[in-house]
């Protein structure tokens, strides 16, 4: 997991679903019939490195998903994983992607290589559910989703925390009117940087990386599921050093180049009229603001680390003090791969709830506040996404 902090071109406007199967009908809050488990989906991973062992943990306990094959450019890395488990075949990339026995691709490579991956892959008929963000820019994301349009496969993408009852019930909370209009939020994100951590750091800090384009997906996508889609943006952007020292593992000590912005903030106007302030930053200690608030005229929310799964939300009325929401939407007991299990359970027609759409909307929001942070004046968002329907209070494990 990210550590718990604190714990163009040919750019499809205004993208609306993927392309939707014959009878389907999407609606936001539409109930939505669950598919009987039947037959798993038959699951093979592309790229084997840090993060790949959570949704190895998180597979083996969701029956809507088999483990079948594993691959990565370091092919050792793929035998040692098939080697501990039974059933599953190491291959190579492209053995993986066509082999008849995969039905899904798991894309747990780094961000550079997301869309060239999930085209490869959508290529072959396959669909697909990869980590964040969905593509390095938003004019490969959109190529991506536009594929998956042409071939008419499923395409999903982390994060899916928000599907769990964290976000989920606070969700809910603003759904039932709880704070009345939203109005405002405020997102924040402070680390020293993932290179105190991380192995192999190096991606955090090339394009694709950096703390908005890497931790940002957790915070805009909750926004998003929280107050809707964002119309336009505002940015400001700064970065401190020009290299890192990798702290741990066997290259500690090593030094690697920065080539993105390391400190990031942005004011989100949504389509709603509410305004989300966000701050995401490789470059402070520590910090004590909640991870997410949300001011309605009524009340104001805590919301839990987007990073997480769960965790407590609160709500504040005027005198009152702060209340704890119980748990009262989202999956229980989520962990990394759940958004692949709701889409193994989406019904012909729908999209998933972490679907490409919402990823890509997502990477231009944030694309949008780095291109205002160059040019100093608001930019517009030119895609838009649905909110994907709400998660009932539900566990997804067998
Ligand atoms: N590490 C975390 O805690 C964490 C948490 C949440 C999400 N993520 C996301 O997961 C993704 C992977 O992160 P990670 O930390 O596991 O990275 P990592 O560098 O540890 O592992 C990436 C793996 O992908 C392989 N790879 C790279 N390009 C490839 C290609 N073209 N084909 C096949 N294999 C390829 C590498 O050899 C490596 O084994 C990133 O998008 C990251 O944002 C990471």
């Not at 991956?117 to 820019?137: F, M, N, R």
Request: one cysteine or more.
């Amino acid at each position: 997991m990210d550590p718990a902090l604190g714990g163009g071109q040919g750019v499809r406007r205004h993208a609306g679903a993927q392309r939707r199967r014959p009878g389907g009908h999407q609606c936001p809050h539409h109930h939505r019939e669950r598919s009987p488990v039947g037959k798993p989906l038959d699951v093979g991973i592309v790229g084997l490195g840090n993060i790949s062992a959570q949704y190895m943990t998180t597979l083996a306990d969701l029956p809507q998903l088999r483990l079948v094959a594993v691959a990565d450019l370091a092919h050792h890395r793929a035998e040692e994983v098939a080697a501990a488990r039974g059933g599953v075949q190491a291959l190579d990339v492209d053995q993986l992607i066509a082999h008849p026995a995969v039905d899904v691709v798991l894309n747990l490579t780094v961000p550079a290589a997301h869309a060239e991956i999930a085209l490869q892959a959508i290529a072959a008929g396959k669909d697909v559910y990869g980590e964040k963000p969905l593509a390095a820019t938003t004019a490969e994301g959109t190529k991506v989703v536009e594929a998956a349009l042409a071939a008419g496969v499923r395409v999903g993408c982390a994060p899916d925390t928000v599907l769990g009852t964290g976000t989920q019930t606070a969700r809910r909370a603003i759904d039932d009117g709880v704070i009345g209009r939203p109005v405002a939020a405020t997102a924040t994100m402070t680390t020293p940087g993932h290179e105190a951590w991380h192995p192999n750091p190096d991606f955090y800090y090339q394009p694709g990386g950096g703390p908005l384009l890497d931790m940002g997906p957790y915070y805009v996508t909750a926004l998003v599921t929280l107050l809707g889609p964002v119309a336009d943006v505002v940015g400001a952007a700064s970065h401190t050093r020009a290299s890192r020292v990798i702290g741990r593992g066997p290259r500690a000590g090593e030094s690697i180049p920065v080539a993105v912005d390391s400190h990031v903030t942005g004011i989100l106007r949504h389509a709603s009229g509410a305004l989300s302030t966000l701050v995401m930053s490789f470059d402070g200690a520590k910090t004590r603001a909640a991870p997410i608030e949300v001011h309605g005229e009524e009340a104001s929310l805590t919301v839990p680390d987007p990073n997480q799964f769960d965790g407590d939300v609160l709500i504040h009325r005027p005198a009152h003090d702060w209340e704890l929401l119980p748990p009262s939407a989202g999956y229980l007991d989520g962990g990394r791969g759940i958004g692949l299990a709701d889409l193994a359970l989406t019904p012909t027609g729908r999209e998933p709830r972490a679907n490409a759409t919402l990823a890509l909307h997502v990477l231009d929001v944030m694309e949008s506040i780095l291109r205002s942070a160059e040019q100093g004046a608001w930019a517009a968002v030119g895609t838009t996404a649905e909110r994907p329907a709400p998660v009932p209070l539900s566990a997804l494990t067998g």
